[in-house]
């Protein structure tokens, strides 16, 4: 179940922010990766996967600008967070050591779960922010493709 929550984080979240990133930058098209696209047949990266699920959304220009509000606000704190977390991480890897005293690798262990906690709120609820601008049926495609790519890491 954890597995299926933090999967379901990470894809909305990769999702949302593409769609972010794709209103921001606006549609520049690229004739490189159009022309190799016509003339192998690859399969389709992430990114692009993405990219066709968020078009497939058929946000509005209204839902667009309110999501890219939304992740403008939220992402500097979960990026600075996130690199929090991985000192964190890295100084409890460098604390755990036979010599070292349990009260020091319960510090570091305790910072790494509260950073962790923190960062795991922050996405939570950017997360709801998005939710709360799409519709109903929007939400459900969400709910399906969450649960086919949940689906698929499970039989992996």
Known sequence: MKKLAL???VFIGLALTSASNLVLAGSKPNF???LLAQTTEQPK???ETIK???DSLNLTDEQK???TTIVTAYRPEIIETFQELATSLNDLDQVVKPESLTNDIRIARD???HLERKLSNLMFDELMAIRDELTVEQRERINKRIRKLASQQANQ
């Open 7 to 9: 999967l379901s984080s």
């Open 32 to 34: 490189n990766a159009q």
């Open 45 to 47: 990266s992430s990114e």
């Open 52 to 54: 066709d699920f968020i």
């Open 65 to 67: 600008t309110e999501i």
């Open 111 to 113: 910072n790494a779960i």
